[in-house]
């Protein structure tokens, strides 16, 4: 079965630091891969994703994931946090036995202190 | 604007009375879904729609109903809402053809079961 795993439930980074959010998965077949955020009240809004093609996918708000097949990872980057980056993380894969279905890990809650 | 819409925000109910959460979406899309989030739990999916009149469960789809008479809407309807299905809900949306789309979500109902 398909499964995501977030192995924090919380990253804390400094404004102006980099930031990575983890992110591995197990699935069959080829992965396709989408990072969301959730911001306080809202819906869940894409970031990127990981289809095939260039393993460093560059998503919104200045965003960026790695995907390493033999780790089978797909950690969320950013050079520079921002205090606004502060949200609610998710990483989803998509089922290729579920049709459009996704899959999604439990959440990583990110701080960003000034 | 692309948008998914959901209606109500936000809904507190007595056990078994029956309750409609309606979804909206004026992207064309097929493939219509629709999760629960649960703290530590990430998202799971109720129910999915492919297009008018076809619908399936999905992971979690005790207690539910759904219906996609129209392409647009597709609403999701506890009979005898239970104090567990209290939860935050998303429904989403993409298109069904070709692999690796990402789905739009709603803004999210807040449901609380008393």
């Known amino acids: 079965a398909q499964s995501v795993a977030q192995p924090e439930d919380q990253v804390n980074v400094a404004e102006g630091n980099p930031l990575t959010v983890k992110c591995t998965y197990s699935?069959?077949?080829?992965?396709?891969l989408f990072w969301y955020v959730q911001y306080p009240n809202r819906g869940l809004q894409f970031l990127l994703k990981?289809?095939?093609?260039?393993?460093l996918v560059k998503g919104s708000y200045g965003f960026e994931a790695e995907f390493n097949k033999s780790q089978t990872s797909f950690h969320l980057k950013k050079p520079s946090a921002l205090v606004s980056d502060s949200a609610l993380y998710f990483c989803?894969?998509?089922?290729?036995?579920?049709?459009?279905?996704?899959?999604f890990g439990t959440g990583t809650r990110l701080l960003v202190s000034p | 604007e692309a948008q998914v819409t959901q209606n109500p925000r936000y809904l507190i109910t007595v056990t078994g009375k029956k309750l409609t959460v309606t979804c909206s979406q004026n992207?064309?899309?097929?493939?219509m879904s629709w999760y629960r989030q649960d703290p530590g739990l990430g998202l799971r999916q109720i129910y999915y729609?492919?297009?008018?009149?076809?619908?399936d469960k999905g992971d979690v789809p005790e207690g539910y109903k759904v219906s996609r008479k129209e392409k647009r809407n597709f609403p999701l309807i506890l009979e005898s809402p239970s104090p567990n299905q209290t939860s935050l809900y998303f429904c989403?949306?993409?298109?069904?053809?070709?692999?690796?789309?990402?789905?739009?979500f709603g803004p999210g109902t807040r449901l609380t079961v008393t």
């Open positions: 990981y289809i095939t093609g260039d393993n």
């Open positions: 699935v069959s077949g080829n992965p396709y």
């Open positions: 992207m064309n899309h097929e493939y």
């Open positions: 989403a949306s993409s298109p069904l053809a070709g692999d690796g789309y990402e789905q739009y």
């Open positions: 989803a894969v998509r089922d290729p036995t579920g049709f459009q279905k996704l899959v």
């Open positions: 729609s492919m297009n008018v009149e076809v619908t």
